[in-house]
Every structure is written in C-alpha cells, then in structure tokens.
C-alpha cells in the first residue's frame, strides 16, 4: 500500500517554465522530507518540514507543508536543466514507526 | 567526511541463489536503514539497524534479513533470490534513529536477477 501518491508522475518542461509537484495521502505525518534523484545515484535530501502550514524556500524551490500535515507541495520557479531528476516525498509517522514512507516520485525533465 | 558506501555497485545473479550487499555508513552515523527500490513500486522499506539492533521492519518477506556490526556498517542477505528480486538496493545513513533525522543515501547496489 503506498501511503504517499505523487502527481504528476511524469513531467517535460522548457527552461524557464514554473511547475508543481504534489504529494498527497490520507495519513497525518509528523514529518515529510523531500528528496531529488538521479540516474545513478542515491536520493540527496532537500528539505524536511514539521509543522503544518509551514512553507521553505531553497532559491528556486518552495516546500509546503499542508495544515492538516497530510499533503505537501514543491513549486519550482524558472526550472533549469539542472533541475532535471526523479523528486521523492517521503513521509515519518508513528503508524509505520517513524520509518520513512516514500512516494513513487515524479520524473522531471527541464530541456533548454 | 566520506559519504556512505555500497559496495558491490552492480550484481548479476541468477534465482535460487543468494546475495550479500554491504553498506559503509558515514563515520558517526549509528544508524543504517535499507531500501528497495523498483519503476513499479518506487522506494520501499526494508529495515533499519540502530546500534546493532533492527529496530524497524518493513512488510517483505524473511528471504530478506540484515544485521550491523559494532562499526555500524550494514550488510543485507537475500536467500533464494526471485526475478522480482531485481532492484536497485539503497542503504541511508544516519546520527539517530528513526525517519526525522537527516538520512544520507549511498549510490546503490544494482542487482538483476535473472
């Protein structure tokens, strides 16, 4: 059962465009991180966020995490081809005692 | 500080067989969890060892096992290897326990299982 749906799965943009990735479940988490992925290599953490409402921003990137600490979004400004990767939520709640639940991640490609 | 290590990259095994991957952690990091991770299901938990002990255990089969050595690195078995075993095997570092604190993945081990 995957408690964290992601959307879109896949996404092609041109540099420049903005675009948002969602991360929904039905289950409260007391925690969610984002991670970003590529060919090769381990995921690399972004951000993680704690409390509900709460919004971070890495320069072009901004994490939002809902009221109800259910769903989070991350909205990319002027993507770039070095955005380009496979973008990972993942979840911390006790129901899975505090193991990391992961989202089957939304594949971007940003072609200049 | 060296990052974490997987050592082999890439495994080719055929079914029926068994596998040993090994996990180096980032020095300091006592704990060390496992993934799997596959185009059709995505990142999924294995297990996670915390100074020696599995402390948490995802919902796979007991083909599957760990263990940690008092130096924190990790290795994970896998017995009578399936096709569907084919995967990519990541292992995450990290200083506590659990999923809040920052884990650091390794590159991942590939195995094909054929």
């Known amino acids: 059962t995957q408690l964290l749906e992601q959307s879109p799965q896949f996404l092609s943009i041109q540099e420049g465009e903005n675009l948002t990735v969602y991360c929904n479940s039905s289950s409260v988490f007391s925690s969610l991180q984002w991670y970003r992925q590529e060919p090769g290599e381990g995921p690399v953490l972004l951000v993680t966020v704690v409390t509900g409402g709460e919004v971070k921003k890495l320069k072009r990137l901004t994490f939002q995490f809902g009221d109800a600490r259910k769903d989070s979004s991350l909205h990319i400004t002027a993507a770039q081809p070095g955005d380009t990767g496979l973008y990972l939520c993942?979840?911390?709640?006790?129901?899975?005692?505090?193991?990391?639940?992961f989202g089957k991640g939304t594949s971007l490609l940003v072609t200049p | 500080k060296a990052g974490v290590t997987q050592t082999p990259r890439y495994l080719i095994k055929t079914r029926g067989q068994q596998v040993t991957l090994s996990c180096s952690p980032i020095s300091g990091h006592r704990s060390v969890s496992w993934y799997q991770q596959t185009p059709g299901q995505g990142l999924q938990f294995l297990f996670e060892?915390?100074?020696?002990?599995?402390?948490n255990k995802g919902n796979f089969p007991g083909r599957f096992s760990g263990r940690q050595f008092s130096n924190s690195r990790s290795e994970m078995n896998v017995s009578t290897l399936e096709l569907g075993d084919s995967a990519l095997y990541l292992c995450?570092?990290?200083?506590?326990?659990?999923?809040?604190?920052?884990?650091?993945f390794g590159p991942g081990t590939r195995l094909t299982v054929l």
């Open positions: 060892y915390f100074s020696e002990t599995q402390r």
């Open positions: 993942a979840g911390e709640s006790s129901n899975s005692g505090y193991a990391l639940n």
């Open positions: 995450a570092s990290s200083i506590l326990a659990g999923g809040a604190d920052t884990q650091y």
